[in-house]
């Protein structure tokens, strides 16, 4: 696999961070303030720490981790409907590993629920769900679909697999996330101070760029990086010297996985079986048609329409500065309960749950 | 803190030090218990022994490169060995669920004759349960071990000094990934195999070539990580780590990528963590060496005092010549979503 470790390479990522230092320095020597990025994907929060970058980002740079792990935007209303579903007899929830760890309203996860004797099976693939359904015909099998635009066309095609197999025992609850509106929603946050965006890997390859064009428009880079050190800091560097030459745009820097046009089969399949719709964030409250419901022709599918799921709004854990933290209005550490009582043990909010969560790979990472 | 148990107690990681703490340690408290190494040290008994016990249970119970009975004997054989000690003797208890097949019990019963034979120890007393279907699953085995010690001064958790080397003695994460492999049927990973192995020989050419071994420590669950933080806190010390020298299988790595794994967190069964002083490292690396289970052994990394007040700690100095904290686990490592 040297299509990873090449970019990697000690020296190459050497070269960059130069490079990226002499656009920061003519920025600043032109009277420029920090430069301030967000990116919007937990696989970005994580590399960036695990590979040490952030201990070598010049100074005149800053790094903000924004809402982008599927799982820790997860509304604790819709854990505690999870967490309802999972109660139900003859019911298995089937979902990706790390949404066991997500507390609802009063603390309680999936992983507490499976000890009190819940049904709670991890997949790998959306289809290892449908294969559970498969297996206990006697029980309901409710996939948890998490995840956004790059997760959500593997479970729109297992959707329209259980469809035509007339699998009527498996459920998807949609929690499903789009990217554009929460960068949109970033955008016009009076309260937000982002100077550009470092665009998802994974998501581009479905959507492309063109459901980005309205960063540009406001003038804020947005550029599509990899995840391996070098391909951060090469969209760094491209973010800076747009920044430099006053010149904002949405460029593709990651074009070995992703082609501008994105993934048209795969927008396709959303298209099918999702409908856009609004959606509740963790610390971000609710965003317009930031979500995918479920369309109603797949009804008999969809947990939502299937159960009773409706649970009430509920106000963010006290103290959590969970949604500043998401909307980089603030580090980390500047929230009071950071590494006191929120720990990866104990976490109160969604960014201290998953380990791609900015307060999780702060905590395990960086100096405390 | 949580009113039932959790998988997390089980992980190894920092869930599983609070239960022992919160709940064992409270309850049966003892100079000898709290050292908490990998084995107790009976040194009022002579010559002195080193005592350990261990419960296996995993699933499948037949994995590539070992199974339950392999493990159940290698876990304890290589635990007294952590101690500079000569393993000898093993009990061993089941526990069996009704409906087991015999042929499955047979078959386990011969790894762990294997597994003994190889390791010279003898298993000279047992016991056997057979509960209710589903009061257990298939088969639970404990094993216990006793070996008389002959390192001067014996290894431990607690010794490792300021300057000392940090080795390990092959690839990691081989075993983790490798049941992981198997009980979801993740045939898209390519084949891999435990390393399930007894280290008592390797261990005893090491400590004799280098002389005087500081700490030995089989990483097993929580990885190596986990380990390193376990050494860095019970000797007040903190550990400096290189990553391009860490050996990690390509495979490995790769699946760790994909599945959203770490390598340094998953569990080995034929690896130890040796600490030692710097001048004597050359000798135990060529010991390491010289043992099919220590090939691709190398040194990982240097004991510091405390970097930045990070006592206690383990930094990873990156590929790319960054650094970072290398955590404990904390309960059990979740796949992530994409």
């Not at chain 1, 959707?159 to 929603?185: E, T």
């Not at chain 2, 992981?180 to 050419?205: G, V």
């Amino acid at each position: 696999m040297h299509l990873t470790s090449a970019f990697q390479d000690k020296t190459l990522c050497a070269g960059l961070l130069a490079r990226l230092t002499r656009a920061l320095d003519s920025l600043h020597a032109a009277g420029g303030k920090q430069l301030r990025f967000m990116e919007v994907c937990g696989t970005h929060t994580m590399a960036i720490f695990q590979s040490g970058l952030r201990s070598l980002l010049p100074k005149g740079i800053a790094h903000l981790s924004g809402p982008g792990c599927p799982v820790c935007v997860t509304h604790d209303a819709d854990i505690a409907a999870i967490l309802h579903l999972a109660e139900k007899d003859s019911l298995i929830v089937a979902t990706f590993g790390d949404m066991l760890r997500v507390p609802g309203p009063n603390g309680n996860n999936l992983k507490h629920a499976q000890a009190a004797g819940a049904r709670v099976e991890i997949v790998y693939s959306p289809l290892d769900a449908l294969t559970l359904a498969a297996k206990n015909p006697g029980d309901t099998v409710v996939f948890l679909g998490i995840g956004f635009e790059a997760t959500a066309p593997a479970v729109a095609a297992t959707l329209l697999c259980a469809c035509q197999q007339q699998r009527k025992n498996f459920r998807v609850f949609s929690l499903h996330k789009r990217v554009p509106p929460v960068l949109r929603s970033l955008l016009n946050d009076a309260d937000t101070d982002i100077d550009a965006f470092l665009l998802p890997g994974h998501v581009s390859t479905v959507l492309g760029l063109a459901p980005y064009a309205f960063l540009a428009e406001a003038r804020v880079p947005g550029v599509v990086g990899g995840f391996e050190p070098a391909d951060i800091l090469l969209a760094l560097c491209l973010i800076t010297e747009q920044i430099r030459d006053g010149q904002p745009a949405v460029v593709n820097a990651y074009p070995r996985a992703v082609n501008d046009a994105g993934n048209p089969k795969a927008r396709a399949l959303l298209d099918q079986v999702f409908v856009p719709s609004d959606a509740l964030w963790r610390g971000m409250g609710r965003i317009a048609q930031s979500g995918f419901a479920v369309r109603p022709d797949f009804a008999a599918w969809d947990a939502a329409a299937t159960f009773d799921l409706r649970v009430a709004e509920t106000p963010p854990p006290r103290g959590c500065r969970c949604g500043d933290v998401l909307k980089g209005r603030i580090a980390p550490p500047a929230c009071p309960l950071f590494g006191k009582v929120c720990t990866p043990a104990t976490p109160t909010g969604p960014c201290m749950v998953s380990t791609e969560g900015s307060c999780a790979a702060c905590y395990n990472y960086s100096e405390r | 803190m949580d009113t039932c148990i959790l998988l997390d107690d089980g992980s190894g990681g920092r869930a599983s030090q609070r239960l022992v703490e919160r709940c064992f340690l409270r309850h049966f408290d003892n100079p000898l218990l709290r050292r908490l190494d990998d084995a107790a040290l009976l040194e009022d008994i002579a010559p002195p022994l080193a005592m350990s016990t261990d419960s296996y249970t995993v699933t499948p119970l037949f994995f590539p490169g070992g199974s339950i009975g392999s493990l159940a004997v290698h876990g304890t054989v290589n635990d007294v060995a952590m101690m500079g000690a000569r393993p000898r003797y093993l009990s061993c208890a089941f526990i069996l669920e009704e409906g087991l097949p015999l042929a499955d019990l047979e078959r386990v019963a011969r790894n762990m004759a294997d597994a003994a034979r190889a390791a010279s120890v003898s298993i000279v007393t047992g016991d056997t349960k057979v509960v209710p279907r589903t009061a257990c699953d298939k088969l639970f085995i404990t094993t216990t071990g006793v070996g008389t010690v002959y390192a001067n001064p014996t290894p431990s958790g607690h010794n490792a000094r300021v300057g000392d080397a940090v080795l390990v003695s092959g690839s990691l994460g081989d075993h983790g990934l490798t049941v992981l492999r198997s009980r979801e049927n993740l045939s898209f990973l390519s084949d891999m195999t435990s390393d399930s192995a007894p280290l008592n020989s390797m261990i005893e050419h090491i400590v004799t070539a280098a002389g005087c071994v500081h700490t030995l420590r089989d990483p097993t669950r929580g990885g190596l990580a986990t380990t390193l933080n376990e050494i860095a806190q019970q000797s007040n010390v903190s550990i400096e780590i290189e990553e391009t020298a860490i050996p990690v299988r390509e495979s490995v790595k790769n699946a760790c990528s994909f599945l959203g794994l770490d390598p340094l967190y998953l569990a080995n069964e034929g690896k130890c963590v040796c600490v030692l002083p710097e001048d004597r490292a050359e000798k135990a690396l060529m010991a390491m060496r010289a043992s099919p289970y220590g090939r691709q052994a190398a040194r990982i990394g240097t004991v510091i005092k405390d970097a930045e007040g990070r006592q206690g700690s383990v930094v990873l100095r990156t590929r790319i010549g960054g650094e970072r904290i290398l955590g404990m686990l904390e309960g059990a490592q979740l796949p992530r979503i994409c």
